[in-house]
């Protein structure tokens, strides 16, 4: 019987077409790589057999980018029927994508658009792409979230590329108490990650040349739980709080977050500014009024 958990996601693409400064991911130091379908969805079938998420993502990088996202949705509403399913992209590929728009519908999956900065070469960009999934919605095609990604926007290393480093606040509980990724388990390389900023460090240590400072050293021996696990280990995996890795990331988030003046975030509502598609009206009065993604 697969254990109940609350939420897991999972990246099918560790490239992306935006470089957002402090990305959870570390995408924006575009990391190579698309996850095969043949290798992801083996991985997916795998922990069906183990783990009953009640909200599962799709996610990246940005997964538009993997020619297969549509197979992943499709999998994942046959292995988790119950669950609710989400598809995260920048919104950035969908005209291309258009097909994937059918696949949402039959698999009732929501997409949910992120939306990453204000200024208007990028707002123009995307407008296109916002248009074409609220026309789906409207006409009931798809389930919807628009979420202004940068209000709960923190970085949880000081510096950037090779001078990335990790805090030294140690004090990992704390840490992990501030911490924005807390029920983010996530699935890569056949195994469960406590979260994305431990799952994809390997990779970016790697790209960045982070491998010889030995300031990484605690943080790239975390192991992830393999599939094989007892199941007391997976239970005490979901129930656990910090782990020794967490004293990686700041203790506090006050000085680390971009856009602290950046109260709200969350779904767009049903208003006027979303009838007439102003998304710098949204941007502008969305406020408090709507909740994280
Ligand atoms: S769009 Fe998402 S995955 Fe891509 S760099 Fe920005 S935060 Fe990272
Ligand atoms: S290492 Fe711990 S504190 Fe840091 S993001 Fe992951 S769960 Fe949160």
Redesign the pocket.
Known sequence: MPLDIPYLEMDIAHLCNLQCQGC?HYSNYTLPGIIPFERGGSWLREWAERVRPSEFTLLGGEPLLNPEVGRYVDQAARLWPEAKRLLVSNGLRLAQNAALLDILSATDTILRITIHRDDAAYLDKLEPHVRLALEARDAGRIRLELIRSDSYWYK?YRGEGEAMRPFTDGD?HA??S?????L?KTLRDGALW?????AFLPLAAEKLNLTAVRDWDP?LA?RPLPLDAEDDALLRFFVEE??P?????PAKLEGTQFRPEVTGGGILPRTQAEASLDLRHWLATIGDRTQRG
Do not use: E, H, I
Request: with cysteine.
């Open positions: 959870m949880t990992s840490s992990w501030s911490c924005f990724n807390k983010c406590k979260c994305p900023p431990l943080y975390y910090d782990v890795a967490c004293a990686m990331c």
